[in-house]
């Protein structure tokens, strides 16, 4: 079932958006050599209970899975999300992609960036090449196209780039719950898929991978790696439809 949002749920989805994005930026700013992936947890943690919300991952579950054990999903390099923090020290060279989601009033907002630890062209240009797709994903997201015209956008930048797109996994709806409907993949074909609406409050996310668009999952049941070990990078937002353009709610 598709939510359509009250003005009401949608200052409280803003709120909680609001500590998303705040929380982001805080855990980015200690992003470099010699921090562990723990440490980046904790930060993260202490920053959304300092403003009144709960960590929407710790804890969480689905069918067939153990509960997530931490407030922050940290992949790094070849892992394309739901990295467990722990004991790694960052490195330079490295690709951080930091997840998170806050749940404030009973709503959820949900984001996620890509930072690389130094310099290194060519991972650079995996990381721009994803955030620019999630805002080409994004200028779709508007009252009366259909969600396979963000998809489309999405994908179509990304393999012009020489890239892949992650296809078992994708975005979704997000408020009342962390993940509702629709999915929001990110490839098909412009035209098809659910008609968007005002008031729809939707995660975009593309999950772009250095090599082929193939995941494994990791034995700890949450970890996704790209199955040739190549490198994969992450940016997500969450944002409401109107009419004429999308407002990024996971902004500050």
């Known amino acids: 079932m598709i939510f359509i949002k009250t003005k009401k749920e949608i200052d409280y989805i803003r709120e909680s958006c609001r500590i998303v994005a705040e929380t982001l930026q805080k855990v980015k700013g200690f992003i470099k050599p010699g921090i562990t992936t723990k440490e980046l947890d904790m930060i993260a943690e202490d ?3 300092s403003k009144g919300g709960k960590p929407a991952f710790k804890g969480y579950r689905q069918p067939g899975t153990t509960p997530f054990p931490a407030s922050l999903c940290v992949s790094l390099n070849d892992v394309v999300v739901h990295g467990i923090p722990g004991k790694y020290i960052i490195k330079d060279g490295d690709i951080v992609s930091i997840d ?15 930072v690389l630890v130094g310099a290194d062209p060519e991972k650079q240009k995996l990381l721009d090449v994803t955030e620019k797709s999630l805002y080409l ?7 009366g196209n259909s969600v396979h015209d963000i998809s489309f956008a999405v994908q179509s930048y990304v393999e012009l780039n020489g890239y892949s797109v992650v296809r078992a996994l994708c975005g979704h709806g997000v408020g009342k719950y962390l ?34 668009y193939d995941v494994i999952m990791a034995d700890d049941g949450w970890t996704v790696l790209t199955s040739d070990g190549k490198a994969s990078a992450h940016f997500e937002h969450t944002v409401l439809v109107e009419k004429d353009k999308a407002e990024i709610l996971t902004i500050c």
């Not at 996310?205 to 082929?212: D, H, Y």
């Open 47 to 49: 920053y959304i209970l």
């Open 100 to 114: 998170v989601g806050v749940i404030k009033n009973g709503y959820y907002g949900d984001a996620a960036l890509s």
């Open 137 to 143: 994903g994004i200028e779709q997201a508007k009252a």
């Open 179 to 212: 993940h509702e409907e629709p999915s929001i993949p990110n490839y098909g074909r412009p035209g098809t898929g659910k008609k968007l609406k005002e008031g729809m409050t939707i995660a975009i996310e593309p999950m772009v991978n250095a090599g082929v």
